[in-house]
């Protein structure tokens, strides 16, 4: 079974640029989660859909953060313009059920310069 | 707001000790405590995990204890073995199932 896998791997962009994440979940599982990890920090949550539906949002940091699940499949986050302070590890997760082990990929590390 | 603290950031031990790595939650909610680990360059793996209804899990040299009462659960990785240096998060989570985590601990296990 193929696990939750992210593209790209890495992304260098400058300020004020644009950058799309993408995340193709484990098949058949509902939710999936957004979280970034900020250099040598915690592992924040940003947001969760249940299929196509944002289920919580909270995290997002501000509007420049657009996530989208279009057909309850594989996960965007679009980050436009992006600051400097976004730079971190992107990380998706997903889970067949809310508060079950949740899959994690491997991460999109981001940079912007 | 929802929040948990994970002690010491980094610990280091010999071949052989044991390590114990300890988290606070806030959120008197939170139902579903889950360990991961993350090796170098690797994606964070579920190692393991516990829920409020029991005090104590445990998986070959890898233990969970809970206490409800104190908002307090920690991670036990007895025998260490240097395979086991990965930098480790506790998390917390209530029905909702988004996770809250710690800080993460770096932990080296020396030869």
């Known amino acids: 079974e193929a696990g939750v896998t992210q593209f790209p791997s890495h992304s260098v962009i400058e300020k004020g640029q644009t950058v799309t994440l993408r995340c193709d979940p484990i098949?058949?599982?509902?939710?999936l989660y957004w979280y970034r990890r900020v250099m040598g920090k915690e592992i924040k949550f940003l947001l969760h859909?249940?299929?196509?539906?944002?289920?919580?949002e909270s995290g997002m940091p501000n509007n420049r953060f657009l996530a989208e699940r279009t057909g309850g499949t594989y996960s965007t986050l679009k980050v436009q313009p992006a600051e400097l302070e976004d730079s971190g590890v992107y990380f998706c997760?997903?889970?067949?059920?809310?508060?079950?082990?949740?899959?994690f990929g491997q991460g999109t590390r981001l940079t912007v310069v | 707001g929802e929040n948990v603290e994970q002690h010491p950031s980094t610990l280091s031990v010999q071949e052989g000790d044991s390590a114990v790595i300890k988290c606070t939650y806030s959120?008197?909610?939170?139902?579903?405590f889950p360990w991961y680990k993350q090796e170098l360059g690797k994606r964070p793996q579920l190692i393991i995990d516990?829920?409020?209804?029991?005090g104590e899990k445990k998986d070959q040299r890898i233990a969970v204890t809970l206490n409800k009462t104190a908002k307090h659960f920690s991670l036990h990785i007895t025998e260490t073995q240097p395979e086991d240096s990965a930098v480790y998060f506790c998390?917390?989570?209530?029905?909702?199932?988004?996770?809250?985590f710690g800080q993460g601990t770096e932990l080296s296990v020396k030869p």
């Open positions: 997760a997903s889970s067949p059920h809310r508060n079950t082990e949740a899959f």
């Open positions: 998390a917390a989570s209530t029905d909702g199932g988004k996770l809250i």
């Open positions: 098949s058949g599982h509902d939710n």
């Open positions: 959120d008197s909610a939170s139902n579903y």
């Open positions: 516990i829920r409020s209804n029991v």
């Open positions: 859909f249940v299929k196509e539906s944002k289920q919580d």
